[in-house]
């Protein structure tokens, strides 16, 4: 049984929500643009040395085939607006972390985003990295990336016990060459609106001058070393909740916890459900899953 990293995060929050989304998805919008996967990419691009002016055509021609499938006006016109933010946030990226890259453990190179795994007896754990940085001393980082809404001073100072940073350095750990840290960037998505009568090239240039003009209002990078000792704690954490999870699927029985409800800013994907737990509110809000891969609230975190 495969078990990826972020339901592991759900099955230490609420057992009933590791269950829920091993059977269920929410269902969303078809079309729909994913800012954080495409911004992303245009970062990984940017950093294999791609010109600028090719990432930008890369995201361009993602939205021009979201767009050929859509048939509504306002649709269309919101997935315009999110490719502008997109495009300026990577230009704002590029600003921030390219021009000044001195300031910053070095990017020698980059490995795109890949999967670890590890097989602990019936239970394959997985996880998913953004992906690898070496530096100018030839050390091994791991690359973190979230769009967010919001970036304040806890979310920096936790990262040190942060689950997902744990259980990554965890599953390097168990393959030999450990990273020394984690590079984590946390770019926030502009909330500026386009206003009436602004035309969508001078709402460009609005959004794109404040990137450049508030580059750490937008862009917050931190870089802790991992520490051997802190994982040697988190094994003892990971098999604690393999033993509770092995319970579990022998009696079936999967508890609510109501306590990952609202995490951070987000409300849990089966609030919708545990508010009315009826066939009626499954139908409405879920499908059922075909794969248990999907990672829906890993790259967001808002
Ligand atoms: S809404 Fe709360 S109780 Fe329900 S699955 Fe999510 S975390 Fe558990």
Redesign the pocket.
Known sequence: MKIHQHELAYYS??E??FM?NRKYQKKVQKHYINAGTLFAHGVYNLHLGKEFKDCIDEIDLKCDELIATMTSQEKIEETLLQSEIIKAMLSGYANKFMAERNQYPYIQSIAPEYHITHESGDITLVGRLDGDVYDTDGKRWIMELKTTTQVDRDMVRRLPVDFQNNFYFFMCSLQGESPIGVIYRWCRKSALKQKQKETIHEYRSRILDDYIDRPDFYFVEDAPLFDLNATERFRYSIASLLFDLRMNIRSGDYP??????KVGYS?????E???NPTKETLETYYTERTDHATDTENQTED
């Open positions: 929050m609420c009933f929500k829920m609510k916890r109501y306590t990952g409800c409300l849990c994907h089966f609030i459900y545990c508010l």
